[in-house]
T-cell receptor
Framework: GEDVEQSLFLSVREGDSSVINCTYT??????LYWYKQEPGAGLQLLTY?????DMKQDQRLTVLLNKKDKHLSLRIADTQTGDSAIYFC???????????FGTGTRLLVSP | DTAVSQTPKYLVTQMGNDKSIKCEQN?????MYWYKQDSKKFLKIMFS???????INETVPNRFSPKSPDKAHLNLHINSLELGDSAVYFC????????????????FGPGTRLLVL
């Protein structure tokens, strides 16, 4: 299967933590990625995690992977207004050598 | 120091016309991709090329023809444009394909916004 699902919207206040969730169906996924898309811009790679890891931390970003439940999350600590964007998770589909993107989560950070 | 660049940034054209979008990467990558993002922001791969050879053609109409003159360029030509072709088209590149490692991490261009009237 190739489905990657995300919730469509998330609204938080500046300074709070944001958690963006993603579920996928391909159990053979090797790498999973988080990309950020600001309005009118391309996709910026934020971070990635290898499937044999449970967690990866990179400054304000924490990625959690539950391979059993095929669930990936991105936590942004101390969320800032500049973090407002659409966040895409993507899985690397082993069989078809391509990235399958989620539907995107629109994060809105209010002051 | 642009990594992946696309031209034009905006393209407005009439139905039935033929148009091209150009993509260049200066990262020394072997693999390049074209994606289409629709109005709901859904992003889907169209093509991938590795060392100028077509690897993925994701059931795209044959009005779309990618051309890779060299590893650093992957252009997208669209014939007989239709209203449904209106979207944002993203080019991307990665160091490698098939190694299932960080060398497959994809870097995206800024996108070309195509509007067909």
């Amino acid at each position: 299967g190739e489905d990657v699902e995300q919730s469509l919207f998330l609204s938080v206040r500046e300074g709070d933590s944001s958690v963006i969730n993603c579920t996928y169906t391909d159990s053979s996924s090797t790498y999973l990625y988080w990309y950020k898309q600001e309005p009118g811009a391309g996709l910026q790679l934020l971070t990635y995690i290898f499937s044999n890891m449970d967690m990866k931390q990179d400054q304000r970003l924490t990625v959690l992977l539950n391979k059993k439940d095929k669930h990936l999350s991105l936590r942004i600590a101390d969320t800032q207004t500049g973090d407002s964007a659409i966040y895409f998770c993507a899985e690397r589909n082993t069989g078809f050598q391509k990235l399958v993107f989620g539907t995107g989560t629109r994060l809105l950070v209010s002051p | 120091d642009t990594a992946v660049s696309q031209t034009p940034k905006y393209l407005v054209t009439q139905m039935g016309n033929d148009k091209s979008i150009k993509c260049e990467q200066n990262l020394g990558h072997d693999t390049m991709y074209w994606y289409k993002q629709d109005s709901k922001k859904f992003l889907k791969i169209m093509f991938s090329y590795n060392n100028k050879e077509l690897i993925i053609n994701e059931t795209v109409p044959n009005r779309f023809s990618p051309k890779s003159p060299d590893k650093a360029h992957l252009n997208l030509h669209i014939n007989s444009l239709e209203l449904g072709d209106s979207a944002v088209y993203f080019c991307a590149s990665s160091q490698d394909l098939g190694s299932a490692g960080v060398r497959e991490t994809q870097y995206f261009g800024p996108g070309t916004r195509l509007l067909v009237l």
